[in-house]
C-alpha cells in the first residue's frame, strides 16, 4: 500500500509538474543564467547612453590603435560621395544610385526613414528587384534591364559645384510609396488603425516590368552590435532552432553564397539573413546604394540596355579601396551597444514577465554567446549579449510577406529583427518605423501584423488588456 501511494504521489507530481512547465515554455527553456536584467546589452561592448549617438559610439575598451582604425572607418561611413572631377567628396559615386553617403540610409547608425508624403521619393530604403527566379546557388536572378535593386538618382551633367561632368545619366525610375489603411479591434474594444504600404513605380527609364518581376520594399537597418552577430556560431543556433521545433516554431538558418569565399555560408544579415559576413554587406551596400565599386564587386551597375550609364568613367578603380573597406568593416564590428534602461522599475519586470508569457522570447531570444576565438578582433570572444533575437529566419505569415525569396528564405520569410535599443530609436533618428517596411509606426502596430510561426504569441498578446499592453512596450522600449 505505502508502495502505492508513493507511485500515485509521484504521477501527480509529474503530471503538475509538467503543467507548470508548458504554462512557461520560453521562460523555462530559453532562460539562462546570464539571463535578463544585467544591463548589459551587449556585453563587454556596452555602453551608457542615451542621446544622438547611442549607435555610433566606439566599444568603450577599444585600445588606442583600434580607436583609429575606428575613427577613420567612421569617416568613410560619413563621407560624401560624388562623380569626378568634384571637389566635394571622393570619387565614384554612381553611375546610378540612391544615395551619396552611407549615414544618409543609415541615419546616425540607426533606421532609415519614411517619405513625409506621397509627392517625396524613397531616400533611405531601396526597392529590391529580380527576374523569374533563383540561380544555382540561390540568388535571385537580376532584371536583364534594371539589375538588383532600383536605382532613383542618376549623375547629373553638373554638381553641386558647378563643375560641368559631361551628360545625364538618367535614374532608373521615381520610387514613392501610397498607403493602404485597415483596421483592428481588441477583445476589449480598444481600436487601432493598421497601414501598408503601396509601391508606386512612375517613368520607368528601360522598359516595362513583366509578370516574371519580382519586387521587394526594405528600410535600412540598425546597424551597431553586428560584430556580435557574426562570432556567434552554427552550432549555438543549430541548437535554438531544436529547441524552438518542440513548440511549432520552425526557425532556420538561411544559407547564403559567399561571394569573398566562394561557397556557401550561413546568413547573418540583411532582412532575410541573406548576406554572410559584414565585409559582404559593406561592399553590397557601397555598389548597390552608391554604385561604388570594390574589389569584390568592381564593375559599375550598368545593365546592356543603360548606356549612358556603361559610358561613365570609373572615379578610381576600385573607387572604395581596400584599406578604407577594411576600417569601414571594422567600425561596424566596434560599434558599442547601448545599455538597457528601467530594470529596475517594476513595469519592466511585469512586461518581461507578459514577453515570457506570450512566448516572444521563444524567437526575440533574450541571450546569445560568441565564440571563444576571433582572432580578428579578440575582444569578441566569449561574449553573452542580449540582442533578443535568435538571427535565424521564420515564417511570418501572408501579411508580411514580399514574395521575393533568397536563397533559403521564402516570400513569406524573414529574420527576427533584434530589439535591443528600439526604444532609442527616435532619440537618434527623429523618427520611429518598425518591419521591414516602415509601416508600423509603433510596436503595437508591428505586433499586430505578426502571422505565421508568431500568431501563436499575437493572439496571446491580444487577449491582454489595455494595462498589460503598456506594460509589454514599457518593457520592450527598455531594452
Known sequence: ILVTKTYVILMISKFFYKILLFSFIPLAIFATAEDSDSIKSGGDFSLKIINEESFSEPAPFLNYKQRQIFMRGRSHFNQIWVQMPSLKGDWGLGPT?????????????????????????????????????LDK?????????????????????????????????????????????SDFTYPDGQNIVLKKHKLIIENPMFGKLDEKTKLSLR???????????????????LKISEEQKKFGVNGRINKSWSDIEKKIKSGRFSWKSSQPSIKQQIAIAFHGDMGITSSLYNEDNCPPIQKLCDAQPPGNNPELIDSNWKEVTF????????????????????????????????????????????PEFPQLA???????TDLMIHDMGQGLADDFPEFDASGRDWRTPPLWGIGLSKIVTGKVNFLHDGRAATIEEAILWHGGEAKFSKDIYIKFSKDEREKLFFFINSL
Open 137 to 181: 546557388v540561390g540568388r535571385p536572378i537580376p532584371h536583364p534591364n534594371y539589375g538588383t535593386q532600383f536605382q532613383n538618382q542618376g549623375l547629373m551633367g553638373q554638381d553641386r559645384d558647378g563643375t560641368f561632368l559631361g551628360d545625364r545619366v538618367p535614374q532608373e525610375v521615381d520610387l514613392y510609396i501610397d498607403w493602404e489603411y
Open 219 to 237: 528600410m535600412a537597418q540598425p546597424i551597431f552590435g553586428l560584430g556580435l552577430f557574426e562570432a556567434v556560431s552554427d552550432e549555438f543556433l
Open 97 to 133: 544610385f540612391i544615395t551619396d553617403k552611407c549615414s544618409s540610409c543609415h541615419v546616425k547608425g540607426g533606421k532609415g526613414f519614411l517619405p513625409s508624403n506621397r509627392n517625396e521619393q524613397l531616400k533611405s530604403m531601396i526597392v529590391k528587384i529580380s527576374h523569374d527566379g
Open 331 to 374: 567600425w561596424t564590428r566596434a560599434l558599442a551597444v547601448p545599455e538597457k534602461r528601467n530594470v529596475n522599475d517594476k513595469k519592466y519586470m511585469q512586461g518581461k514577465k507578459l514577453f515570457s508569457n506570450a512566448g516572444c522570447n521563444v524567437c526575440h531570444r533574450d541571450s546569445l554567446q560568441t565564440i571563444d576565438k576571433t
Open 382 to 388: 566569449n561574449q553573452v549579449f542580449h540582442p533578443f
